[in-house]
């Protein structure tokens, strides 16, 4: 994340110290530091006593208030804040008596498949709605829902099904202001939009809870003069969208309770601070052009040329596809346009269309695998929302796996720091050998005290944790069952996310989607094990060797890679040994 401009102290009428009352009827959002991108502290209620010490006025025009009490961060001053008087002194209280159990409808005498029956139609119920509140509130709540789509390890599988729809798509926005966006954006070149854009498609391809995507054809000039292929595809920002993102961030914490009191074992207040932590980065299109090349152009260094054979060893196919980001044409971008090349495929889930290339689902889904793993041990460089809608698998039938996979949606990226990649290393090793001791020391490491190192063998590798001890591959009863009783059983209670950092919050959720994708494709989870700690294998020794030709800066070389890959790859097979149940 960017750190954003300093703050500028500037002299108005709130510069004096004092108590007041919020009066904005969403509540007030207080920040760490006085900058607009500092994460997320607390929300206040309307009605509120805060005390302000100082103001500050950011280069945008936004002030802060600085409050030390009732806790401490910065708030947004103006006309959410009324004077108040001070507080009177407060007796004690005496402590509450605990508060009995609820009871709901599902705890009653049924049991058996009448039980399941009911939770099934509760689950179905709630998904419904859900989608249907998301759907009609949208902005990012739409990202929230495609959040809660991805948590199959989490949610009811009735949940998540009735909310996958989001990651395929947010409401459709009318084409009129898409058609405003465009003429502004390329009336002023010479000759106009008309010399730019051949035709644009009025129907979008996609929409999003931040813009939507719609198909056009370049003329022929214009492909030329910018370098770009003549079909394309133009990401529109909504017009909306930053000027309702308090009010939708403010939203979310309504949101995060409603969840809670449906789900009592489930917290997810974690998603509120994850999207507010990465909202700056998906608002800003010349970001994610960035982003996307720079990803792109790992991703191209450490892939071998046009016909050199892959040799491998142990245990991973030699057809794995090629995987890539696609050509963003700058010179027809700005922040909230961006144009780049239009890539034709199916989802990676779509094993019919796959098999219709001729190439092989569990092929795809390790190509990504391995992808994915390459960037966060070698590259430290990773796609922060790998779901099945922002995968295309694209015919490539002059290559032996006869497809490739391009990465769209590049809004959120994560650089991962070396002493985290190295830890991160380290556990994944300590996860695939059946290294406790190696699991709780590395997740140490990371910032993950207490116990919790334990839900680690089910958040990244779907294996409950008595199984991962025994080194034996669960069974589809082990499985359901975790399922069907929640991450609880793993996580052990409601905070777990919420201690988590930032980058390793990225790092699980990721990892999920993959792992979802691998498995949906046909693929095993000791495979999942073998790819990941291949990878931080050979992240430990890159780290470790020093900087291999500026890796940080440029990506990974092939060549490294090629040529310590198979021995890691070796190494591994002899390693990870699971017994099947």
């Not at 947004?76 to 507080?87: C, D, M, Q």
């Not at 691998?518 to 294998?537: C, D, P, Y």
């Amino acid at each position: 994340m960017k750190l954003g401009s300093p703050v500028v102290a500037t002299t108005h009428k709130w510069t004096m110290s004092g108590w007041f009352t919020v009066t904005g009827k969403n509540g007030a959002l207080v920040r760490a530091e006085a900058r607009m991108d500092s994460a997320k502290v607390e929300e206040l209620a309307k009605g509120t006593l805060v005390r302000i010490e100082e103001t500050a006025t950011l280069p945008e025009g936004k002030e802060r208030g600085r409050l030390t009490h009732p806790l401490a961060g910065w708030i947004t001053v103006g006309k959410g804040l009324e004077p108040a008087a001070a507080p009177a002194p407060e007796a004690a209280e005496p402590a509450a008596e605990p508060a009995a159990p609820e009871k709901h409808e599902t705890d009653k005498a049924s049991t058996g498949k009448e039980r399941d029956d009911k939770l099934r139609a509760l689950h179905e119920k709630t998904g419904a709605e859900l989608l249907e509140l998301f759907e009609k509130n949208g902005g990012f709540q739409i990202k929230f829902g495609q959040i809660l789509a991805s948590q199959t390890k989490m949610l009811p599988k009735e949940i998540t099904d009735a909310l996958r729809p989001l990651q395929d798509g947010a409401p459709e926005r009318p084409w009129a202001a898409v058609d405003a966006v465009l003429t502004k954006a390329y009336g002023g070149l010479p000759g106009g939009r008309d010399a730019v854009l051949a035709s644009v498609d009025e129907r979008p391809l996609a929409a999003a809870s931040v813009a939507q995507v719609h198909g056009a054809v370049l003329t022929p000039e214009a492909a030329a003069k910018f370098g770009a292929p003549a079909n394309i595809v133009l990401k529109v920002r909504h017009a909306d969208v930053g000027a309702t993102m308090e009010k939708d961030l403010s939203l979310f914490g309504w949101v995060t309770t409603l969840v809670g009191a449906v789900f009592k074992n489930v917290d997810f207040t974690w998603v509120k601070a994850f999207i507010t932590e990465s909202i700056e980065q998906e608002l800003d299109f010349t970001n994610e052009a960035a982003q996307c090349e720079k990803l792109g152009g790992f991703l191209a260094r450490a892939r071998p040329g046009a016909g050199v054979a892959v040799k491998r060893s142990g245990f991973m196919l030699g057809d794995l596809p090629s995987v890539r980001a696609p050509r963003v044409v700058r010179g027809l971008s700005n922040t909230g346009l961006l144009a780049m090349e239009r890539v034709e495929g199916c989802r990676p889930t779509d094993g019919a269309a796959v098999r219709d290339m001729g190439a092989t689902p569990v092929a795809v889904a390790l190509g990504l695998l391995e992808a994915f793993a390459e960037c966060i041990f070698l590259h430290g460089y990773v796609h922060g929302d790998l779901h099945p809608g922002n995968l295309i698998v694209a015919p490539k039938p002059e290559t032996k796996a006869k497809c490739e996979l391009v990465l769209i949606d590049h809004g959120l990226h994560v650089a991962v720091p070396r002493d985290f990649r190295a830890a991160y290393c380290r556990l994944w090793n300590a996860l695939a050998e059946g290294d406790e001791a190696g699991l709780k020391a590395a997740a140490a490491a990371l910032g993950v005290g207490g116990d919790d190192y334990r839900a680690f063998p089910w958040l990244l590798g779907y294996m409950p944790y008595d199984n991962w001890l025994k080194r034996k591959m669960p069974s589809a009863r082990d499985v359901a069952r975790m399922r069907r009783t929640g991450e609880l059983d793993a996580v052990g209670d409601q905070g777990f996310y919420n201690r988590m950092p930032y980058v390793l919050v990225v790092m699980l959720r990721t990892n999920m989607q993959v792992a979802a994708i691998l498995f949906e494709n046909k693929g095993w989870a000791i495979s999942l094990f073998q790819v990941m700690s291949t990878h931080a294998r050979l992240g430990l020794a890159l780290i470790e060797s020093g900087p291999v030709d500026d890796a940080e800066a440029n990506g990974c070389p092939y060549a490294w890679i090629a040529e310590h890959k198979p021995k890691a790859e070796a190494d591994v097979a002899n390693a990870v040994k699971y017994e099947k149940s």
